[in-house]
């Protein structure tokens, strides 16, 4: 049987979705007994992924200097998270339960559904984005979340911007040039399942 390997498929990723797979990784990697002590620190990858969402937001002013930090604040975290990736397979051997509990994708993907995934668009007017959720069979609706600055720490940390059926949101009134995390998570027969991970956006 062939043993699957960790791939390095964030490292195209465009630089935001780099923010909140970086944040995963770290979320998974916490106290993950298979991986107790990763050849990284958990605490400069969390440095180095603030840094990265932090640079983001200073690129918006478009100078060329905030576009260099960006790209530099870029390659610091992806060299970072290559050498957890190269760790995370070394300790693997090839296990995709352990692989894939690490945050990070593997070379041959499960065949098991997916929780839902969240992309977040600027909206039509300022202050407003657009959340588009992969459709979750079965679902009766959705219920969506969002906070501002930092991803909370509990549950309780999230704002409800509302639930429907469809499963695309608009959430206005967003002050602009900050940034936010949202999330999503579909409700079904079976209840309400587990959010998707945090999405980050900059307000335009």
């Not at 390997?5 to 780099?18: N, S």
């Not at 909370?152 to 469809?166: F, K, L, V």
């Amino acid at each position: 049987m062939k043993k699957m390997k960790v791939v390095l498929d964030f490292v195209k990723f465009p630089v935001k979705e780099k923010v909140t797979f970086y944040r995963n990784v770290i979320a998974n990697l916490t106290d993950n007994p298979t991986f107790p002590n990763p050849d990284a620190s958990l605490t400069d990858a969390k440095n180095m992924t603030d840094a990265l969402e932090n640079s983001i937001l200073a690129r918006i002013d478009g100078s060329r200097i905030a576009l260099s930090a960006m790209h530099d604040a870029e390659a610091a975290a992806d060299a970072l998270f290559r050498v957890l990736a190269a760790y995370v397979e070394r300790i693997a051997i090839g296990d995709e339960t352990s692989i894939l509990s690490s945050g990070f994708h593997g070379s041959k993907q499960p065949t098991l559904a997916q929780k839902a995934t969240l992309s977040v668009i600027d909206g039509a007017h300022s202050g407003t984005v657009k959340l588009i959720a992969k459709a979750v069979e079965k679902s009766g609706s959705y219920i969506w979340q969002y906070a501002q600055d930092t991803v909370p720490d509990s549950h309780g940390g999230w704002t409800d911007a509302g639930i429907c059926t469809r499963s695309t949101f608009e959430i206005s009134d967003l002050n602009v040039a900050s940034k936010y995390y949202f999330r999503v998570a579909a409700v079904t027969p079976d209840g309400a399942q587990d959010f998707s991970a945090p999405v980050f956006k900059v307000v335009q």
